[in-house]
């Protein structure tokens, strides 16, 4: 069975502090991972993805199969960043998702 | 990007009747659609792939005959949440694929059921 994990909740972090988002996953098959990302009053929309190793609003995320980690990294925190980050596997071609449970991440300033 | 809107938003309804939310895609063609529930502070879990012309998929655990779903055209799937009852109140979310964008998947804003 697939699973995701978020283990922290909530992660607070000054204006300028580097951010990371941790994500581990369990999945037999070659996997697929996504960071989506769900700002305050606005839909869920895509951010990033693996197979894509792009730097999306200055985030990246490598995918780790050894550490079986997907963690999401920005090196200068912005204010606009705060919001709720999800990572998901995807199976069946990539589209049947499975989510973690979420990270919210607030930026102080 | 591509839109998906659903409708309604937020509905309430009495226990034991049946309510329907609609999933459009508005500026593309979406062959697959998919629902999701979602519980207060978790996550998102998919209950179904939604497929036009076709029967669709459930995940394990989820009835069918209790979540009803039609996907009739290339841009609307509807959910249906038959004799609903207290335990059934969550917040339902659809997403599409877009065909022109392999992998990407556009959600929907939501619809928040409460059963009374």
């Not at chain 1, 204006?15 to 941790?22: D, F, I, R, T, Y």
């Not at chain 1, 090196?75 to 705060?82: G, K, L, R």
């Amino acid at each position: 069975a697939q699973r995701v994990t978020q283990p922290e909740k909530l992660l607070s972090v000054f204006k300028g502090a580097p951010v990371e988002l941790k994500c581990n996953y369990s999945y037999s098959g070659s996997p697929e991972l996504f960071w989506y990302v769900q700002y305050s009053r606005q839909r869920l929309q895509l951010l990033l993805r693996h197979i894509s190793r792009e730097s999306i609003k200055g985030f990246t995320a490598d995918l780790n199969k050894g550490e079986t980690s997907f963690h999401l990294k920005k090196p200068f925190a912005q204010e606009e960043d705060s919001a709720m980050y999800y990572c998901a596997l995807g199976r069946g071609g990539g589209n049947k998702l499975t989510f973690g449970t979420g990270t919210q991440l607030k930026v102080e300033l | 990007g591509a839109v998906v809107s659903q409708h309604p938003s937020w509905v309430i309804c009495k226990s034991g009747t049946s309510v329907k939310i609609e999933c459009r895609s508005l500026d593309f063609q979406a062959t697959t659609m998919f629902w999701y529930r979602q519980f207060p502070k978790q996550s998102l879990m998919l209950m179904a792939t939604s497929n036009e012309g076709s029967k669709a998929t459930y995940e394990q655990g989820v009835e069918k005959d209790k979540f009803l779903i039609n996907h009739a055209s290339l841009t609307l799937s509807t959910l249906t949440v038959t004799s609903a009852h207290p335990e059934d109140s969550s917040f339902y979310i659809c997403s599409a694929m877009s065909g022109a964008n392999t992998g990407e998947l556009f959600f929907g804003e939501g619809s928040r059921l409460t059963v009374l």
